[in-house]
């Protein structure tokens, strides 16, 4: 959409990676899809008062001027992670927590599990599947860390999720952690998955189907990883302001 706006009439531009700093370096907030005068109005009163400037900006300064997770999906967007998939009528997933206290990266496992389980039954109970997912860590010394993949395969399982999901966490560095936040992207409606010659797809669905049925019926987490054990109140529902 970007592309397409940024040379009428008749205009043909595509922005990759060879030449997004010199677009940024040519457009007004507004001119971003979904950056209209109120949210420009904020992010103006956060400093922010270019696309080279959004770009630049840390996740936690985007999160302070949109006072919600648009902060951070904002953050991925510019810096090229695709979780605007045009094909998909939902865009991504994710969840966040703010850990009470800080703790050390074991010991906030639980909740990274509990996080993933959470994203995992929102994506199943919409009918889609995953081929991206992303990772960000806030630590207790106001440092933070954040990373995205892409894979060939797509996945809907909580497990495979999780496990994606820790492959990035073992990756960050080992420091007293304070947030996190996870997020799933590039997305297709499951009634598109494609088949695997070495993985019975089928099996994995329906375990993931009757698992979720059971949580329904009996109450949220009524059967869950044995990891999660320790983090029973954590990560509570909250109703998302921003989307009513």
Request: charged content about 25%.
């Amino acid at each position: 959409k970007v592309a397409s706006d940024y040379q009428k009439p008749d205009g043909l531009v595509i922005i990759d990676k060879n030449n997004y700093e010199e677009i940024y370096k040519s457009m007004y907030l507004t001119k971003l899809c979904g950056i209209k005068k109120q949210n420009a109005a904020r992010l103006y009163s956060a400093g922010i008062r270019s696309v080279v400037e959004m770009y630049n900006a840390s996740i936690q300064k985007l999160k302070s001027a949109f006072n919600s997770i648009y902060g951070y999906y904002w953050c991925l967007r510019l810096h090229g992670f695709e979780i605007d998939d045009i094909e998909s009528t939902r865009k991504s997933f994710g969840n966040q927590y703010v850990l009470p206290k800080a703790l050390i990266k074991e010991k906030a496992l639980p909740v990274l599990q509990k996080l993933v389980e959470k994203m995992g039954k929102r994506l199943r109970d919409k009918s889609y599947t995953a081929k991206g997912i992303h990772l960000a860590l806030w630590y207790a010394d106001h440092t933070f860390f954040h990373h995205g993949e892409n894979s060939d395969n797509a996945v809907f399982s909580s497990r495979d999720l999780y496990q994606k999901i820790l492959h990035l966490f073992n990756s960050f560095p080992k420091k007293p952690v304070r947030e996190i936040a996870v997020g799933c992207f590039n997305l297709s409606k499951m009634e598109s998955f494609q088949q695997e010659l070495f993985r019975n797809i089928n099996h994995e669905l329906k375990l993931s189907s009757v698992m979720d049925k059971i949580n329904k019926r009996y109450g949220d987490f009524t059967l869950i990883p044995a990891a999660m054990l320790k983090c029973q109140n954590a990560v509570p529902d909250r109703i998302a302001f921003g989307k009513t």
